[in-house]
């Protein structure tokens, strides 16, 4: 029993097939609530997670950020949010006087909230659930706040989408421990760490079939995925999209 949550870590993968089977609101329940034990700066509780239960919210998300069957497989979809916008309201009630810019809500509430959504899927595994981060929201922010009508100061990050798992993938290479534990400074990996590190985990994914028809391998793969002018006018996009959410200087 003592190593229950490491396993349920060292297990965990992401689920892109599920069975259609709901989740009772009892289990949805518990895992909100292992949720809001993770770690969280000064007390505060910088998140909030929307329950998108309605056929018609989710419609106006797939056109947002795009369908994947994942999304329309999966019984929950449950949207994580930074949100400073309750913190805000109860410093005003309490007389706090502070005063918290742009930035320093970011980054706060964005921690807080992952920290929060890892819990999420950790306790999601323990109850034999499956689950994946849904990352696109990312590309459309505004559009998402206006479709959940979220206050200024609330940030949505990522959707995760839970269900009881239809598939059984193989566990994804990592890099080696000592590419990413230092001690006392950083250190960069050799190039012959990170060449052999490369070789071995791609051969890997081409033996798991992980790439996309037509992607022959893992830089092709990260080509196709973060092209160099498209890039840039995400970026462009992305800082327009959190000055209007209040989490960026405007």
Not at 142 to 156: G, S, T
Request: aromatic share 8%.
């Amino acid at each position: 029993m003592r190593y229950a949550v490491l396993e349920a870590i060292s297990r965990r993968r992401s689920i892109r097939r599920f069975k259609s089977k709901p989740i009772s609101r009892k289990v949805v329940n518990r895992i909100v609530e292992a949720a809001q034990r993770a770690p969280t700066a000064c007390g505060m509780q910088t998140y909030s997670f929307i329950l998108i239960t309605d056929k018609t919210v989710q419609g106006e998300i797939f056109k947002a950020i795009g369908e994947q069957e994942c999304m329309k497989q999966a019984s929950v979809w449950i949207m994580i949010c930074a949100d400073m916008a309750r913190q805000l309201q109860l410093f005003e009630l309490l007389g706090v006087k502070t005063r918290f810019g742009p930035l320093s809500m970011l980054v706060p509430s964005i921690i807080d909230a992952a920290l929060a959504a890892e819990n999420m899927v950790t306790a999601a595994d323990a109850l034999g659930l499956g689950s994946v981060f849904i990352g696109s929201v990312w590309d459309n922010l505004k559009k998402i706040a206006e479709i959940l009508k979220l206050p200024r100061n609330v940030l949505p990050i990522v959707l995760i989408c839970l269900g009881y798992p239809d598939e059984a993938p193989p566990t994804r290479p990592r890099w080696p421990l000592e590419a990413v534990l230092h001690e006392n400074r950083y250190e960069m990996p050799s190039k012959e760490l990170m060449k052999k590190y490369y070789v071995d985990a791609n051969q890997q994914l081409v033996e798991m079939e992980y790439f996309s028809r037509g992607i022959r391998n893992w830089a092709e793969h990260w080509q196709n995925k973060f092209p160099r002018d498209e890039m840039k006018e995400w970026e462009e996009q992305l800082a327009e999209d959190l000055r209007d959410l209040g989490f960026l200087p405007c």
